[in-house]
Nanobody, 114 residues
């Protein structure tokens, strides 16, 4: 049974930082391309960043230079370090795992507000 469990969300002030984690089980984590998506209230889910099985990273322009995606294959875990957070980063953040099939976590809420 595949499980992706996000954690690390919460309330943070503008300019602050958070680190999200995505713990995976039930998959051969090291062969999967992993990604972060987010869905703001009243909006569609959008892609944030991807890290390939080979470690290549790709970012949406909205987060480039502020967010860093990484993975630890020994721990079957992916991370998203989010710095210089803005109110428009407020969303539920989802992790995804893709290797032909695509799997999703249930999300973790990030709220950026003063």
């Amino acid at each position: 049974q595949v499980q992706l469990v996000e954690s690390g969300g919460g309330l943070v002030q503008p300019g602050g930082s958070l680190r999200l984690s995505c713990a995976a089980s039930g998959i051969s984590f090291n062969i999967y391309n992993m990604g972060w998506f987010r869905q703001a209230p009243g909006k569609q889910r959008e892609w944030v960043a991807t890290i390939t099985s080979g470690g290549r990273t790709i970012y949406d322009d909205a987060v480039k230079g502020r967010f860093t995606i990484s993975r630890d294959n020994a721990k079957n875990t992916m991370y998203l370090q989010m710095n210089s957070l803005k109110p428009e980063d407020t969303a539920v953040y989802y992790c995804s795992a893709n290797y032909g099939l695509n799997f999703w976590g249930k999300g973790t809420l990030v709220t950026v507000s003063s």
